[in-house]
């Protein structure tokens, strides 16, 4: 069985994997971009909590878009630095 690689986005390739701050205060380590392996064209970006270690994942443009909520307007997650 031969796989077809699928290039990534440019918004995936532009993603810079680090330490992030969610805008409710959370911190966490986005680790890299995935892909679904039944739906290769969708990519998810994998990140863990810094406080509990938990491992999520979520789907790259909901993770970098601009979010209106609670009467915050702006990242929902914002890039603080490159993980140690």
């Known amino acids: 069985m031969s796989e077809t690689t699928v290039e990534l986005s440019n918004l ?38 810094i406080y509990n270690g938990g491992v999520w994942v979520r789907p790259l443009a909901m993770f970098l878009e601009i979010i209106d909520r609670d009467g915050y307007h702006g990242p929902r997650f914002s890039w603080l630095r490159e993980s140690n």
């Open 12 to 49: 995936a390739k532009s993603f810079k994997p680090g330490i992030y701050r969610h805008f409710k205060g959370s911190t966490y380590e986005a680790l890299f971009v995935a892909r679904n392996s039944e739906h290769s064209h969708k990519e998810y970006v994998v990140y863990r909590s």
